[in-house]
């Protein structure tokens, strides 16, 4: 396989295409979520089901593939850190305060 084929070019300049298109909609979720969570609290659906409310910006961080959470856990009330792959978020939502 020889990036001299011009075929095998053509086919990686698709999948270059492709990867650029997927970063800057990342970029673009990534900037949107941001704008969500400082309007906040949020609500995070995620692709397993799971939920996570973010009650303000302190609360989160969200970097290029990530959101960086404290979550107060269930048993014994303290704060906890959760990393959800922003790929993986289904939706987010403002919920009403």
Same mark, same amino acid.
């Given at each position: ?5 011009p ?9 270059? $295409? %492709?990867l650029?298109?997927?970063?800057e909609?990342?970029? =673009? ?9 400082k309007e906040g ?22 970097? $290029? %593939?990530?959101v960086?959470l404290?979550v107060?856990?269930e =048993? ?6 959760k990393?959800?792959?922003l790929v993986?978020i ?5 919920l009403?305060?």
């Amino acid at each position: 396989m020889s990036l001299s084929d011009p075929q095998q070019l053509e086919v990686t300049r698709r999948k270059l $295409d %492709l990867l650029e298109s997927r970063i800057e909609t990342l970029q =673009s979720e990534n900037e949107e979520l941001n704008e969500l969570i400082k309007e906040g609290p949020v609500l995070i659906k995620m692709n397993n089901g799971d939920t996570f409310e973010i009650p303000s910006p302190e609360f989160a961080v969200v970097s $290029d %593939l990530r959101v960086h959470l404290l979550v107060r856990s269930e =048993s014994d009330g303290k704060l906890r850190a959760k990393i959800l792959s922003l790929v993986c978020i289904c939706s987010a939502k403002l919920l009403v305060s």
